[in-house]
C-alpha cells in the first residue's frame, strides 16, 4: 500500500457521487479540500465519523474547505446514507476502486483476528494548488472534525 503524501499531487480522477453527478479532479484543484476515505457506509465507526463531520462542517467550511467522502459503496447506498444522516457534503462512489488505489488506501487489514483486504480509513488535506497538504492515517471516528482542525 503505498497511500499518498504530502506534498504530492492528487491524481486525475473521475467518478460519481451520491446523486449519480460526475465529479472530477478539477472540482477539487482551485479550492482547499478534505477527502476521507471510509470503509462502509451505515457501519458504526463511518456512521460516527460522518456524523462528526457533519456536526462540525460549518466549521471546516469556515476555515474554507469543501469536504467531501470517499468508499467503494454504490451511489444508492451513498445516497441513502447521506439522506439517513442529513450529511450536507458530497459523497464519492468509488465502485471500480480506482480512486480508492490512486490515493493508496486499499490494503491488508485485520479484524478479530481475521486477515482481509479492505479502505484504511485515512483524510487527505489539500491546497487549492491539488497538492497533499496533510494526511491523517490514524482517524478518531468520534471526533475526527477536531484532528482535522487541528490540522489546519
Not at 456536526?55 to 469536504?67: C, F, H, P, S, T
Not at 491546497?127 to 475526527?144: L, S
Request: hydrophobic share 35%; proline share 5%.
Amino acid at each position: 500500500m503505498n497511500t499518498l503524501l504530502p506534498g504530492e499531487a492528487i491524481p486525475s480522477f473521475t467518478t460519481v457521487d451520491q446523486n449519480e453527478n460526475t465529479v472530477s479532479s478539477s472540482e477539487i484543484i482551485g479550492k482547499k479540500s478534505i477527502l476521507f476515505f471510509y470503509p462502509r457506509a451505515n457501519t458504526p465507526g463511518c456512521t460516527a465519523e460522518a456524523c462528526n463531520l457533519r456536526d462540525n462542517y460549518k466549521a471546516l467550511q469556515q476555515k474554507g474547505y469543501q469536504l467531501f467522502g470517499v468508499s467503494a459503496d454504490s451511489p444508492e447506498k451513498q445516497k441513502k446514507f447521506a439522506e439517513k444522516y442529513e450529511l450536507p457534503f458530497t459523497l464519492l462512489s468509488d465502485e471500480d476502486k480506482s480512486l480508492i488505489n490512486d490515493f493508496g488506501v486499499w490494503g491488508p487489514k485485520k479484524f478479530q483476528g481475521k486477515a482481509y483486504e479492505g479502505i484504511h480509513r485515512t483524510t487527505f488535506l489539500i491546497d487549492e494548488k491539488g497538492k497533499i497538504e496533510r494526511v491523517i492515517r490514524k482517524v478518531k471516528t468520534k471526533d475526527h472534525a477536531a484532528q482535522i482542525l487541528e490540522e489546519v
